[in-house]
Structures are given as C-alpha cells and as structure tokens.
C-alpha cells in the first residue's frame, strides 16, 4: 500500500488513498493495521492512521467531497483530529485535484469547510478549518458531572479526582466532535514535559468513569489574553506534539471562563508549534475557526506480509484447545509419535520411535517459533486436558503461504478431532497472519487425511500457492486460498 506520512504541527498520521483504492476503507483490520503503522519501533511510527475516502451517500448530500476516517496508535477509531483534517484538505487538493473552496470534508463531528492557502508552488501549505460550533452540555460532551463533583459547565477542582490536581484550577468539558477536558493551571505548562508521572496521572483521567467515551486531557497556562500555551494527553494516543480539536477547546474554555479574547484571533502554543484560534463566544452562534499548516514528511510503501508470532498463540474449538507444547508435555507427545499408524502417515517418524523424540518434538515446537520459522500447537481435549496430537504451520512470508501438517493418535480417529482442529488453524492463518493460501499433503493410501482437507474446504491442486511477482500460481497437493475460504466459511455459517 502506498502511504503518506503528514503533520500538522508536530501531530503525525499515516494517510492512505482509499478514494482510488476504496477496497481500503473496508478492511475489517483497521484497528489492527493502524496500531501496526504508528509502531515507532516496528512500524511506520505516528500518532495513528487516516484514510481519506469518498463521502457517504449523506455526507455528498450535505456537499463533502471526501471523509476521514481516523485510527488512534491504539487502534481505536476517532471521531475527528484538528490536524489531521487539515492534512486531509491537503492531499484532497494536491493530490485527488479537488479545488473547489472551501473544500468540504465529511468527518464524525459533521460535514466541515476548509478554506486552504497554497505556497507559491500551487500546494496547499495551511488551511482554516470551520469547526463548527462546540458542544458544551455535559451530556453530549460527554461526561458524566455527578462522578466530578458539583457545579455546572465548569467543574471546580477536585484534589480526590487525580492525586496531585489540587493547583490545576477548574476542568471544562467541551466536545470538538470529540470528548476534551480542560485544566488551566497557574504554571509554565511546556517546561513540565512529557514526564513519566505526569502521564500516569493524565492516563488515569482520560479513562476516569466520568467521561464514557474517554476524553482528551489538556493543561493549560493563559500567557496573555491572546496568547495560550497547552499540553495535550490524546485519548489513544498519549503526549502528543500537537491537538487541534484540543487547541479549539482549551480557547473556549478560556473565552467561556474570561481569561482568552473572544474578539480576535488566540494563538494557541503547543510542543509541536502554533494554532491560531477564533471563536466569538456563544452569543455568537459562529464555530470555532482554526488554522494552521499541513506538511508532508514522506512517502513510501507499506508492504503487508505475513510474520510467524512472537509465540504460540492459544486456539480454542467446540471440543479442544490447541496450545503451546511445555516440557512436561514430553512423556504424551512421546506416546503420540510412538504409534505405528501415526509413523506409517508421515514423511519423517520412523517406528519404532527412540525414547528420546518426544522431549525432542517439545524443544523443536519451542525453537520454530523462536526462531521465526514453524508454529506448532499440541491438540488437548477440552474438558481433559489430555494430549491427542499436534497440528502445525511453516510460513513462507515471500508467498502468503503456509504449508501444515497434523497428527492424531489412533485411539482419536474417527471423533472428528483432526477436522476441527484443522479447521482452527486454517482459520487462524486467515483471520490473523492474513495469509493468502494454506497448503497440505497425504500419502495415496491415507484417504482419512483427504477427507480432513475436503471437510475444511481445501481442493485438490495447490491453487494459488506461489507468488510470481504480482500473480499467484497454482501448484498441485492440498490447498484453501483466503476467497476459497471466505466462500466456505460462509456456507457452514462460521468456523470451517
């Protein structure tokens, strides 16, 4: 997938294109991929992920030209970022040639209208974004006053809400489209930093049972009528550089509470840079206008492929758990690969087996994911405990492949075990490590381990089980490939 990756003032999102690709903004792993993508370690790094999409039939309505849908680094998905619709504006004008203004974006606070200023080359390098008018009745913020204390729209201080909040004045709900509460402390609020306890006191607040829906935690210190400085606790995303939703509540708490200027513009300070701010006050019935720039940081491509877990996930069925192997787990795996039958049906056990290959199997389980290459998982009946067999996966990541292999004692034959276990693992393969085929084998004779296959929707002739550059081959053996699965899950109305 390609990617973009943009600030608005320190506040940085991965952008994907789902208006020419809209397949994208339809992924049921959005959550999962947003976490993956603003990883600072492992990913990307950013403070979440934004699609830029077509409108929904009552956003073109009402006039959008594209929506945003937003993903915190955690996963959760947000009604609205400040900076982040401004970016949005950007690539809707540069790049999807949508130059209309005031461009219209549909987000979950509403269809909104940003007027964008290009630089000198034609490209949009800030835009003033119309927020709409702010929700300041608890209920709808929301937050839930009875939990706080007493008092109206202004919370006075509660030293028991947070420990150490007794300097930090009175808190202001306001709702941008998304839950803020608001501090105004008497100190230098940027000089206090991202400090480790400063952020377990602001992490405790945004998931306080006051706000239901979390809540965006800001500090804020009144330098002078027109000038305020904040920092800023994002809900799904801890200390962020900058919040623009943030920024537009901090200036109407501090307009509602008198101590900001609601006849010009208040410039809103941020670790990141600086937001200007408008807003007249209720009276007014006029939104809060916000503006700011828009940059681009880079570009690349996201190259989505399958990795064998850090460890063996549990599996559970009907009837079995599928579970790591331990070493006490030896003296049954032994009893497993010991068997006759179970050595005639596969490539590599020989009978009779030696004494030690149980022990063995254990540590080669525990060293294939370890070391990236195999997931083995023990087949344990459920309400026993019991050791049946062992079913596992090697992962060719080049190929969005998986090839398995099960074995079952004698004694377990015909109970229909080895399908549902099968089944566990296939779906596995495709529900988490989004693999595009699984892959399987029997000898001639073992028309039992066939029918396993057949069960769980596999076919005959390996289809699609090698990518040559950008198209998938097929091979002969075993094979489920993810449309073949989605098709078989549908018609057994769920697991396979």
């Known amino acids: 997938?390609?990617?973009?990756?943009?600030?608005?003032?320190?506040?940085?999102?991965?952008?994907?294109?789902?208006?020419?690709?809209?397949?994208?903004?339809?992924?049921?792993?959005?959550?999962?991929?947003?976490?993956?993508?603003?990883?600072?370690?492992?990913?990307?790094?950013?403070?979440?992920?934004?699609?830029?999409?077509?409108?929904?039939?009552?956003?073109?309505?009402?006039?959008?030209?594209?929506?945003?849908?937003?993903?915190?680094?955690?996963?959760?998905?947000?009604?609205?970022?400040?900076?982040?619709?401004?970016?949005?504006?950007?690539?809707?004008?540069?790049?999807?040639?949508?130059?209309?203004?005031?461009?219209?974006?549909?987000?979950?606070?509403?269809?909104?209208?940003i007027t964008c200023h290009t630089d000198a080359t034609g490209l949009v390098a800030e835009a003033t974004v119309d927020m709409g008018v702010p929700v300041l009745e608890p209920a709808e913020v929301p937050v839930e006053m009875s939990r706080l204390g007493p008092g109206g729209r202004i919370v006075e201080a509660a030293a028991w809400l947070v420990p150490g909040a007794e300097s930090w004045g009175a808190m202001t709900p306001v709702s941008m489209g998304n839950p803020h509460a608001v501090w105004f402390v008497d100190g230098p609020v940027l000089d206090a930093g991202f400090s480790a306890a400063l952020a377990a006191r602001m992490a405790s607040l945004e998931r306080h049972s006051a706000f239901p829906r979390r809540a965006n935690i800001h500090l804020a210190r009144v330098v002078t009528p027109s000038r305020v400085e904040m920092l800023t606790w994002e809900r799904g995303a801890g200390f962020t550089q900058a919040c623009g939703t943030g920024a537009c509540a901090v200036v109407v708490a501090g307009v509602l509470r008198g101590v900001l200027s609601g006849d010009a513009a208040v410039?809103?300070?941020?670790?990141?840079?600086?937001?200007?701010?408008?807003?007249?006050?209720?009276?007014?019935?006029?939104?809060?206008?916000?503006?700011?720039?828009?940059?681009?940081?880079?570009?690349?491509?996201?190259?989505?492929?399958?990795?064998?877990?850090?460890?063996?996930?549990?599996?559970?069925?009907?009837?079995?758990?599928?579970?790591?192997?331990?070493?006490g787990d030896a003296e049954a795996v032994q009893r497993v690969v010991s068997s006759a039958q179970v050595a005639r049906g596969t490539l590599s056990l020989k009978h009779p087996a030696p004494p030690w290959l149980g022990t063995w199997q254990v540590a080669r389980a525990a060293a294939g994911v370890r070391t990236g290459k195999r997931v083995n998982w023990l087949i344990t009946e459920r309400e026993t405990g019991r050791v049946?067999?062992?079913?596992?996966?090697?992962?060719?990541?080049?190929?969005?492949?998986?090839?398995?292999?099960?074995?079952?004692?004698?004694?377990?034959?015909?109970?229909?075990?080895?399908?549902?276990?099968?089944?566990?693992?296939?779906?596995?393969?495709?529900?988490?490590?989004?693999?595009?085929?699984?892959?399987?084998?029997?000898?001639?004779?073992?028309?039992?381990?066939?029918?396993?296959?057949?069960?769980?929707?596999?076919?005959?002739?390996?289809?699609?089980?090698?990518?040559?550059?950008?198209?998938?081959?097929d091979d002969v053996l075993y094979t489920i490939t993810r449309e073949r699965w989605a098709r078989h899950r549908a018609e057994r109305g769920g697991r396979g």
């Open 1 to 113: 997938m390609d990617f973009i990756k943009m600030h608005g003032i320190g506040n940085d999102y991965v952008y994907l294109d789902a208006v020419h690709r809209p397949e994208l903004a339809e992924r049921a792993d959005l959550p999962e991929l947003a976490r993956a993508m603003s990883d600072r370690h492992r990913g990307i790094g950013s403070d979440g992920l934004i699609l830029v999409c077509l409108p929904t039939e009552a956003g073109a309505k009402a006039g959008a030209q594209v929506r945003m849908r937003m993903f915190n680094a955690d996963g959760s998905e947000s009604e609205m970022c400040g900076n982040g619709v401004r970016c949005v504006a950007k690539i809707a004008h540069d790049e999807l040639g949508f130059r209309r203004q005031p461009l219209m974006v549909e987000t979950g606070r509403g269809v909104l209208a």
């Open 267 to 327: 410039t809103a300070v941020l670790p990141g840079g600086e937001l200007r701010i408008a807003w007249r006050g209720l009276a007014s019935g006029q939104g809060v206008a916000m503006t700011g720039p828009a940059e681009e940081v880079c570009r690349g491509v996201w190259a989505e492929r399958p990795v064998v877990p850090a460890k063996v996930p549990m599996l559970t069925t009907a009837r079995l758990v599928l579970r790591a192997a331990e070493q």
């Open 388 to 473: 049946l067999g062992d079913v596992g996966i090697w992962i060719n990541t080049e190929h969005e492949a998986a090839g398995m292999g099960y074995m079952l004692h004698p004694d377990h034959w015909g109970h229909g075990y080895a399908t549902e276990a099968v089944g566990a693992v296939v779906d596995y393969c495709m529900e988490e490590l989004k693999l595009n085929s699984v892959w399987a084998g029997h000898f001639a004779w073992n028309e039992a381990s066939g029918r396993v296959m057949q069960k769980v929707g596999m076919v005959r002739g390996r289809e699609q089980a090698w990518k040559k550059g950008e198209r998938f081959e």
